[in-house]
């Protein structure tokens, strides 16, 4: 079984459209988060939810709202998409949010906005 | 928050050490070293992490000099499935959260 499962893994999508982007752990973590990685394979953070609160909050346009049903999930949702915002997008989680923590990827959902 | 400095590319024979350095001298006494890799078109995977002392997983060895400022990712013995981008990450906390802050890497290229 995947530990951090992303879906779609890949979306290819017309500017002006909203899109959303799921991702599930089994690992039983409580701190999730989202990663974007550019074209030029830049890593980096967006969000950080530890049981479902919102703990990190990078400088990310508002069009991007990440949602938390539960500790097992963190949906990301996507407004008004932009040809900046193809990139690919990795979810993750971890047992804490604290330094010592180990924090597991999944496979990344490749976004394209055309 | 700490930056770390590593070289942008390397190669090594397939079935030698591959060791792979950083340097980290802003580091502070409470941030981690993590290392993780990527190998293309996959997710980043963790490889260890290390405060002080050396440490060694199934995967690798990671030694940490005694003040420090650097350390090196030691792969005993290099697969051509080891070839990736291998980042060297010092973690940082902020307000009691931290991420990983990811630099430009190491693209280690095993040679058959």
């Known amino acids: 079984d995947t530990a951090v499962s992303q879906t779609p893994k890949y979306l290819v999508t017309q500017m002006g459209n909203d899109k959303s982007i799921k991702c599930e752990q089994n690992?039983?973590?409580?701190?999730m988060y989202w990663y974007k990685q550019d074209s030029k394979k830049f890593l980096k953070i967006m969000f950080s939810?530890?049981?479902?609160?919102?703990?990190i909050n990078e400088t990310v346009p508002n069009r991007f709202s990440p949602k938390s049903p539960d500790k097992a999930h963190l949906n990301l949702h996507i407004n008004s998409l932009e040809l900046g915002d193809s990139a690919v997008y990795f979810c993750a989680s971890s047992q804490g949010p604290t330094l010592g923590n180990t924090i597991y990827f999944g496979e990344g959902s490749w976004l394209t906005v055309v | 928050d700490a930056k770390t400095t590593q070289p942008p590319s390397m190669d090594c024979a397939e079935g030698r050490a591959a060791n792979l350095p950083c340097n980290h001298s802003?580091?502070?006494?409470?941030?981690?070293v993590y290392w993780y890799r990527q190998i293309h078109s996959q997710g980043p995977q963790y490889i260890i992490h290390?405060?002080?002392n050396n440490e060694t997983n199934e995967m690798a060895s990671l030694i940490i000099t005694e003040d420090r400022k650097s350390s090196t990712l030691i792969l005993p013995h290099a697969t051509l499935r080891d070839t990736a981008v291998y980042y060297c990450i010092v973690r940082v906390a902020r307000g009691g959260a931290d991420g990983l802050t990811f630099g430009k890497g190491t693209h280690l290229i095993i040679q058959p």
């Open positions: 802003t580091i502070s006494g409470n941030e981690y």
């Open positions: 690992l039983g973590h409580d701190t």
């Open positions: 939810y530890n049981n479902k609160e919102l703990i």
């Open positions: 290390g405060l002080k």
